[in-house]
């Protein structure tokens, strides 16, 4: 069984900054990919960043261009846990973001290419 707990969201003005933690447990974390998306209300899930597996020293990173340049995806294998870490907030960043295990295959982008999902932080940005 797969477990993904997320943390670290809130309520921040325009321009502000949070650090998303994702928390897994139940599996072989290190050797998984791993991505987060937000889904906004009235809108479907989108892609934001994603971190690939390829051993413990170089990993690949995957961005939205939404999010390019303002968010940075990282990961602790020591600790089973996946970070987002979101600067520069704007009011359409506001969303609920999960985090997610992705499935050997496919590229990074599409929701349907992972397999595990947490339940999501909420991630409020007033302008």
């Known amino acids: 069984q797969v477990q993904l707990i997320e943390s670290g969201g809130g309520l921040v003005q325009a321009g502000g900054s949070l650090r998303l933690t994702c928390a897994a447990s139940?599996?072989?974390?290190?050797?998984?990919?791993m991505g987060w998306f937000r889904q906004a209300p009235g809108k479907e899930r989108e892609f934001v960043a994603a971190?690939?597996?390829?051993?413990?020293?170089?990993?690949?990173?995957y961005y939205s261009d939404s999010v390019k340049g303002r968010f940075t995806i990282s990961r602790d294998n020591g600790k089973s846990t996946v970070f987002l870490q979101v600067n520069s907030l704007k009011p359409e960043d506001t969303a609920v973001y999960t985090c997610a295990v992705k499935s050997y295959g496919g590229n990074y982008f599409r929701a349907d290419n992972y397999d595990y999902w947490g339940r999501g932080t909420q991630v409020t940005v007033s302008s």
């Open positions: 971190i690939s597996w390829n051993g413990p020293i170089l990993n690949y990173v």
């Open positions: 139940g599996r072989t974390f290190s050797s998984s990919a």
